[in-house]
């Protein structure tokens, strides 16, 4: 039972334009949903987060999108550069009275052309 | 910067022997997380450490994987024996532990072979 899906295994964009990466979900009790990014041989670092109350959130290059009636997120990374060519992991926060546990998608793998 | 440690990086072992990993989570942070990540998939939680006490194992294969964290520091994963469905990424995590904050930091991980 994948409680959080990423169904593009992989995204090619070219440098400058804007990549998009999708993620939905299953459990309404997620009240945070995070993005890390995992380069090989490396453990995944926290990219940004948002609140399940909101709809947006964004810094710098990276924005993240909520709709909570379709369950559904997306990162928004504009302008893409070479060095953001990672894996990105979608990530589902359950509160404090579940241990705050993380249940994270597949993935799906970034190459910025250039 | 403080950084998740895990040692080691790389372990190639045979079936039904026994391997044991260990992380060093960043100084101060209570919760402590043990995650396995098979190839083309996300990490899955394992194990989940508040200070030295379990807090979810519901996922650990208990007849043959085993964590402590004896003095709420570091931590140590086992496997004993190992199988070939083992080979995975072991990622160990750490996060300060207060309730509103959400994010973990994770360590560079052990790839594990199993033969």
């Known amino acids: 039972d994948q409680q959080v899906k990423q169904n593009s295994p992989s995204l090619s964009v070219q440098e400058g334009r804007i990549s998009i990466l999708n993620c939905d979900y299953t459990n309404s009790m997620f009240d945070y949903f995070l993005w890390y990014k995992k380069y090989p041989a490396e453990g995944p670092t926290f990219l940004i987060s948002i609140s399940s109350i909101k709809d947006k959130n964004e810094d710098g290059r990276f924005t993240v999108f909520l709709n909570k009636s379709a369950k559904h997120l997306s990162l928004h990374i504009v302008p893409s550069q070479p060095g953001d060519s990672a894996v990105y992991f979608c990530a589902a926060k359950l509160g404090r009275e579940y241990g705050n546990k993380l249940v994270f998608g597949a993935g799906t793998i970034l190459r910025v052309k250039s | ?115």
């Open chain 2, 1 to 115: 910067e403080a950084e998740v440690a895990q040692s080691p990086r790389y372990k190639i072992t045979e079936k039904s022997q026994a391997v044991a990993f260990w992380c060093d989570p960043i100084s101060g942070h209570a919760t402590l997380y043990w995650y396995r990540q098979i190839l083309g998939q996300g990490p899955e939680l394992l194990v989940q450490f508040q200070d030295e006490s379990v807090v979810d194992d519901s996922q650990l294969p208990k007849d043959r994987f085993s964590a402590e964290r004896l003095k709420g520091v570091d931590s140590t994963l086992k496997i004993q024996p190992a199988e070939l469905g083992d080979s995975a990424m072991y990622l160990c995590a750490s996060s300060p532990g207060v309730a509103v904050y959400n994010e973990q930091f994770f360590g560079p991980g052990t790839r594990l072979t199993v033969l």
